[in-house]
């Protein structure tokens, strides 16, 4: 299916997008605008080709069969080499299975489990997952011990850190870890309502890290500061820009060396190419869903990837009032 001119990539229903290897690209989804750039580290004595390196930043995109359910995983996993590679395998595995889900909780917490529990040589992830209803407009925020991302208001033209809220339950003080490091956490999340022209930008440690040798960290004030003086109505050229400041920090004088870690950014904005509710629609999506169910047992051998079970989710793919 070709995209617009603007989109390098337009994800089909029930296409998981993504993974560990250098990336600069335009996605679309049936909801969301996305530009990605991910440059893995390499090691100062080993510069990085040009090529597919891999690195401990993992980038994912799911869209579920209706297409109104679009979700993103951004995370950093510790270490380097094959270990890495095992780990981003198996979270793209996970997001997978639960690409039909609505409920994030369900899904974050569930990754946490299965992840602690994978061949990943006892490796955890900070991670920032997010979950995208079309029909509502609807952005679901959840942080495993991430940074936080950050929202572009259009109608205020301002930017701002979105903050997620962490439990306080006394009787629950394991709460948004890193996934991987303890099984039974308590993970939080918060909702906006994306407008037109709203932009929510999710990025890895290495932006607020960034620091000149002996000099004090950027900071997430500092990444505000520099997204300040961007042009929002340009998403394309924030990355860009926002690199180009955060090297500034680093080099004050110019000849910024190589960053010393992973850095992955990542800007999303609502579209309207978001999938109508209709008894064709509702016909499709479990035609797809059965399709890689059967798929799944007799060829992967493994546990298809089935849908919520709500009205919410089934009952709205085929009328809108449902949504």
């Given at each position: ?80 080499g094959e270990r890495v590679d095992r780990a981003a395998r198996e ?88 996934l991987g490091i303890e099984r039974d956490v308590e993970y939080a999340q ?134």
């Amino acid at each position: 299916m070709a995209g617009p001119p603007e989109h390098d990539h337009v994800m089909r229903c029930a296409e998981v997008f993504g993974g560990n290897r250098r990336a600069q690209t335009a996605i679309a989804t049936r909801g969301l605008d996305a530009w990605l750039y991910s440059d893995p580290y390499t090691g100062d004595a080993n510069p990085a080709p040009a090529g597919p390196t891999a690195g401990g930043d993992v980038h994912f995109l799911t869209s579920c069969a209706t297409g109104r359910v679009t979700r993103l995983l951004l995370g950093d996993v510790s270490g380097h080499g094959e270990r890495v590679d095992r780990a981003a395998r198996e979270l793209k595995s996970l997001l997978g299975s639960y690409a039909h889900y609505i409920d994030q909780l369900r899904f974050i917490a569930e990754v946490n489990r299965r992840f602690g529990s994978a061949d990943t040589d006892g490796l955890f992830a900070t991670a920032v997952v997010a979950t995208y209803f079309s029909p509502t407009g609807e952005l679901t925020v959840c942080s495993a011990g991430h940074p936080a991302p950050l929202h572009y208001d259009a109608s205020r033209d301002a930017w701002r850190r979105l903050e997620v809220l962490t439990p306080l339950e006394d009787d629950h003080p394991l709460s948004n870890l890193p996934l991987g490091i303890e099984r039974d956490v308590e993970y939080a999340q918060t909702t906006i309502t994306m407008r037109e022209n709203d932009l929510v930008l999710f990025y890895t440690d290495a932006l607020p890290e960034a620091r000149p040798p002996g000099g004090p960290m950027l900071g997430t004030a500092g990444v505000l500061d520099a997204l300040g003086s961007l042009d929002a109505a340009d998403p394309a050229s924030i990355t860009r820009g926002l690199l180009a400041r955060v090297d500034d920090h680093r080099a004050p004088a110019g000849d910024a060396p190589p960053h010393d870690d992973d850095v992955t950014v990542l800007i999303v904005r609502r579209n309207d190419r978001g999938p109508t509710p209709s008894i064709a629609t509702g016909l499709i999506a479990t035609a797809r869903v059965t399709g890689h169910a059967v798929r799944s047992l007799l060829i992967d051998r493994k546990l298809p990837a089935l849908p919520e079970w709500s009205w919410r989710n089934i009952a709205g793919a085929f009328a809108k009032r449902f949504n």
